[in-house]
C-alpha cells in the first residue's frame, strides 16, 4: 500500500438516531446497565481469585471471561456515555483505532476462550475420570494463554492496515463506537482487501470456535442421555445450561453483524446487535454464572462475610446502627 497523506485527523461519531429529549433515558439506561456489568463482573473475578474452592479449570474460565468481559464493554460504553453530554461527539484518529483494536480483540479471544470451556464441559462430562489428569492447572494456564494471545494477535494484521489507509473526507462514523465495517466505508483507497481479511477473520473465529462448541456439545448430549437416572440427566445439562445461554448470545448477536458480506449490513440493526455484545452479554454474564451456580454463590456469601468481619466492615455496621 503506497503511503498517501491523511486529511483525517479525526471522527465524528453518529451515535443513535434518537430524538434529544430521549437522549437522557438513554444515558441512564446505558450508566445503570454498565455500571451493574461492570461490579457483576469484577465481583466474580474477585470471588474466583479469593475462594480456594473455586481454583479449579472451570471456574479459571470463567474469572476469564468475566475480564474479557470488562476489557469488551469498557472499550466502547464510557466513550458512548461521554458522547451523550457532546455536542460534537468526536474521536481522534488513534483513539479510534485503537478502541477497534481493544474491542475486537476482547472479542476474538472471548469466541477462543468459549470453545475452549465447551471442551472443558466435553471432558467434564465424557472423562469425568479422566477430567483432573487432563484439564490439569498447566494444561488450564496454556489453553487460557493461548485464547488471549491468538485473539490480540489475529486482530493485529487487519489493524495495521487500517492504520495506514488514507482517510480524506468525510469523517463521520455511522455508529456509537469505532466500529471496522463503517470506518472502511470513509477510506479515499480500495478496502475491499481488508473487508475481505475481516470477514474471513470473522468466519474463522466465530465458525471455528463454533464448531469446536456444536461437536463438544454432540458428544455431551450423545453421553447424557445414555445416563439412566432423570437426576443424573438433569445434573450433568445444569452443568452446561450457564455456557450455553451466554454462546446463545454471544455467538447469535455476533455471526448477524460479522459473518455476511458488507454490501447487506443494515446500520441501523447492526447498532442494536452491538448493545446486546456490549451491554446485553456482560451484564446478564454475572447472572447467569452466579444465580444459577450453587458453589459461586457459597463462595460470594463467603467473602461477603469475610468483608464484613475486617475492621472497616465491623466499623460500617456500627456507623449504620447509629
Known sequence: MKNQTRSVSEFILL???????????????????????LVGNLLIITVVWCENSLHSPMYMFIANLSLLEVLYTTSVIPKMLADFFSQRKSITFSSCIFQAYLYFSAGSTEFFLLGVMSFDRYVAICNPLRYAAIMNTHFCMHLIAASWLSGFLAVMPPAILIVQLPFCGP??????????????????????????????????FLLGSLLVTGVSYMFIIATVVKIPSAKGRQKAFSTCASHLMVVTLFYGSSIFIYVQPQETHSLDLNKVASILNTVVTPLLNPFIYSLRNKKVKEALESVVRRIIETPIGMRVLKFKKI
Open 171 to 204: 469523517n463521520i462514523i455511522n455508529h456509537f463506537f469505532c466500529d471496522v465495517g463503517p470506518l472502511l466505508k470513509l477510506s479515499c483507497f480500495d478496502t475491499k482487501n481488508i473487508e475481505l481479511m475481516n470477514f474471513s477473520n470473522a468466519a474463522f
Open 15 to 37: 451515535g443513535f438516531s434518537v430524538a434529544k429529549r430521549f437522549e437522557p433515558l438513554l444515558f441512564t439506561s446505558f450508566f445503570i446497565t454498565y455500571t451493574v456489568a
